[in-house]
């Protein structure tokens, strides 16, 4: 896996992500997508949007609007509890989330005892257990109760709302601005995360609507409308994909934590006491779909919410060991009949469900997964992103950077080459071999430079097929088909290249795999 730096500087050199207005030197957490980036991102979100919708004859999908009626995020909680709790340091004038200098802190804890490890991995060699030494060494087992405690505290304080108990936890802790190692702090206060903006013409609080923080109160508050134009019985889904915005405060990390990202959400209604069955289900699937990417088991896990929020009967996590440690990528969330309930309070219209079944009508509850496409982007990038040693051309050792994306997920499926460019008649049979393959797969057709920089070029986007068109194939109509990923290459009529490819890089092939 490469490192975060040569990550982002690849997503910029090879057209995937861009800083957004970098000409005016950018502006902090937005990113653009760029030619190849879109395109992946394009098939992240179909990849999700089939195994949702087309897998499932029970899951619908909606595009809601971004701007929603503002008694929304008064009824979903957003107004009065979508807070980070923030503290400024008077000496740099810096602002931080007090959670994220904690959580700093127990990090740098836990550093050490990890280092204490790695000495004895290497005093001990082969016959070292690492789990029995770190429940055994008093110093090790000493940074963990130190680090757990300072985490424990800080939960609490947070689950009670509790600003003052959060500072006291820092001063206690001796934490110092990462900046200016100062330790002169301002009291830990509520910041809400909604962005807000006026509607229309009218002033002042009247008009004052929100960019909604999260894509699900779409698909909430439209309920009943698609469950009765669809006549879809309990249980079922809807899925939703779309534009979020949250003004987070410590946005880092690249395209992990941004202003404005894409949420793909799907929201589960079941008749109240199955919920935690489905809860299992959902997890089992979701985890399901990320494993069929080809990621390795050690790069996922779960992690269960210690502190539930208090409309969640179970949640948990879907971590993923990016370039700077394991990260939450996607929630899955029991959430009650919280939303529907506070919805048909606060509007006071019926958000009930008919069960022919029982002849009672309940508010269902729901079990959500939820999941951030760029995140998504994220993680295949940073683990398709390898450099390797191969031979070249002349069958000595190079090295090639390439991007080793599932191939359905894949920018461009098929690069077309021919192997001269000044050479009219390999340039024309090329370019009818690109424009029959380009019916079938997004392909590109490139003469430029010597064949082996071609082949790299195409490496370092993803392409998995490289066809090249040399003079044999003025002769027999036959191609050689370079895989990108064991650089075999072997010789097809033209006619058997589409079969051949889509075998590889279909959605289908995925979809299949998780049925
Ligand atoms: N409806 C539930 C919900 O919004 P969340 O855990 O706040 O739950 C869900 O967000 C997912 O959205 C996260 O797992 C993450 O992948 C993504 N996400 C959240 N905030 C984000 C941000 N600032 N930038 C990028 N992705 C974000």
């Not at 031979?391 to 077309?416: E, F, Q, Y």
């Not at 082949?455 to 370079?482: M, S």
């Amino acid at each position: 896996m490469a490192d975060f730096k040569t990550l982002v500087a690849h997503c910029k050199e090879y057209g995937f992500v861009y800083q957004s207005s970098e000409i005016y030197d950018g502006l902090s957490a937005a990113y653009d997508y760029g030619p190849y980036g879109v395109e992946l991102k394009n098939n992240i979100k179909r990849y999700w949007w089939e195994a949702m919708t087309r897998l499932h004859a029970n899951i619908v999908g909606i595009d809601a609007s971004i701007f929603m009626a503002p008694q929304t995020w008064k009824a979903s909680g957003h107004v009065d509890a979508f807070n980070d709790p923030l503290v400024d340091n008077k000496q740099s004038k810096k602002r931080y989330r007090a959670d994220q200098l904690i959580e700093g802190y127990a990090e740098k804890v836990l550093a050490k005892a990890d280092k204490e490890v790695t000495k004895a991995k290497k005093r001990f060699g082969e016959s070292f257990d690492e789990a029995q030494y770190r429940s055994t060494n008093a110093r090790v087992m000493g940074y963990q109760e130190k680090a757990d405690a300072a985490l424990k505290r800080m939960n609490d304080a947070l689950g009670a709302g509790d600003m003052q108990a959060l500072y006291d936890l820092i001063v206690e802790l001796e934490i110092a601005d990462p900046e200016s190692g100062s330790r002169e702090w301002t009291d830990v206060r509520q910041f809400n995360l909604m962005f807000s903006t006026q509607l229309g013409a009218v002033a002042g609080e009247a008009g004052k609507i929100y960019l909604r923080p999260e894509t699900a109160q779409g698909i909430f508050v439209n309920f009943l409308n698609v469950q009765k134009s669809t006549r879809q019985k309990l249980p079922f889904g809807i899925a939703q994909i779309g534009k979020a915005f949250r003004n987070e405060i410590v946005a880092r990390q690249f395209i992990f934590r941004m202003r404005e990202f894409e949420q793909m959400e799907m929201q589960f209604f079941v008749k109240p006491g199955t919920e935690l069955d489905w809860y299992a289900r959902w997890k089992a699937t979701r985890m399901q779909w990320h494993r069929t990417l080809g990621h390795p088991e050690s790069k996922l896990r779960f992690h269960d919410h210690e502190n539930l929020a208090h409309y969640a009967n179970a949640a948990v996590d879907i971590e993923f060991d990016f370039p700077f440690g394991f990260r939450e990528l996607e929630g899955i969330h029991s959430r009650t009949d919280f939303d529907l309930a506070a919805h048909q309070e606060l509007s006071g219209k019926k958000l009930q469900y008919f069960d022919a079944e029982t002849q009672e009508s309940y508010v269902p509850y729901v079990v959500e997964t939820s999941i951030g496409c760029d995140r998504m982007f994220l993680a295949v990038m940073s683990h398709a992103l390898q450099e390797e040693t191969v031979p070249d051309a002349d069958g000595k050792d190079s090295t090639r950077t390439v991007l080793k994306i599932p191939a359905p997920l894949a920018p461009v499926k098929v690069a077309v080459l021919p192997l001269l460019k000044n050479r009219e008649e390999l340039t024309s049979k090329a370019a009818a071999v690109f424009d029959a393959l380009k019916l079938h797969f997004p392909c590109q057709y490139d003469e430029k430079d010597a064949i082996g920089r071609r082949y790299r070029r195409q490496d370092a986007i993803g392409t998995p097929y490289c066809v090249t068109v040399d003079f044999d194939t003025l002769e027999d109509d036959t191609v050689t088909v370079r895989d990108r990923d064991t650089l075999e290459q072997v010789r097809l009529p033209i006619a058997e290249v589409a079969a051949h490819v889509r075998e590889q890089v279909s959605l289908e092939q995925l979809l299949a795999q998780l049925v």
